[in-house]
């Protein structure tokens, strides 16, 4: 859902999560936080990726990102006693997620979201996309792109649930395997007020 005003954060800081909107219902209540992704960070946060996708994104992908200067978030989690995060931290919490962008002129396209398998189907991929589409507003974008794999069913209709809508195929887009690659549907959403829901 995008909200019909500009966030506190429009000139470009990450938002506190409250801006985002609530946290996912059924999600564990602990304190959260987005923060940019820094090179210090690049280990955990390709553990993460390696261990959501079967073609994950390289630590050198990542890192190239990074010295382009598309804006990438984490989001992150205090621990709950008893609990250990892994990958580990040097702080201590959660690295329950992330996302990789690339802001256009009038326009931002959605690289790479990944959310933790152990924080998987609790919302907030969700909740990620919600920030990104604010911020993204607030950087005066009108649309908020992205690829995603054909086959990727649930991912899909995530983003049509939030409001994305398939724009046009790209072939051949992805890997699949060492001699076939995969299409991605490009999907596409209006971030102007008009059509904020």
């Not at 702080?91 to 959605?110: I, K, Q, S």
């Not at 990620?128 to 908020?144: D, F, K, P, V, Y």
């Not at 046009?168 to 890997?175: A, D, L, N, T």
Request: with cysteine; charged share 20%.
């Amino acid at each position: 859902m995008v909200s019909t005003t500009l966030p506190t954060w429009a000139s470009g800081l990450w938002p506190a999560p409250t801006e985002a909107g609530p946290a996912p219902a059924g999600a564990i209540d602990r304190p959260i936080a987005f923060e940019p992704m820094s090179e210090a960070d690049l280990d955990a946060v390709h553990a993460v990726e390696t261990s959501a996708y079967g073609h994950p994104w390289t630590r050198k992908h990542l890192r190239d990102s990074l010295q382009a200067g598309y804006p990438a978030v984490m989001l992150l989690g205090e621990a709950l006693p008893g609990e250990h995060p892994h990958p580990p931290r040097a702080d201590g919490r959660w690295l329950m997620g992330y996302f990789v962008a690339m802001h256009g002129v009038e326009e931002v396209h959605l690289l790479n979201i990944t959310v933790s398998p152990v924080h998987q189907r609790q919302g907030w991929a969700r909740f990620m996309l919600q920030a990104l589409a604010l911020w993204s507003r607030g950087q005066g974008a009108h649309t908020l792109w992205l690829e995603v794999r054909e086959s990727n069913a649930p991912a899909r209709r995530l983003y049509e649930r939030c409001g994305f809508q398939a724009v046009g195929v790209r072939r051949g887009y992805y890997p699949l395997t060492t001699l076939q690659r995969e299409d991605a549907i490009v999907m596409s959403l209006r971030l102007d007020e008009r059509a904020a829901t």
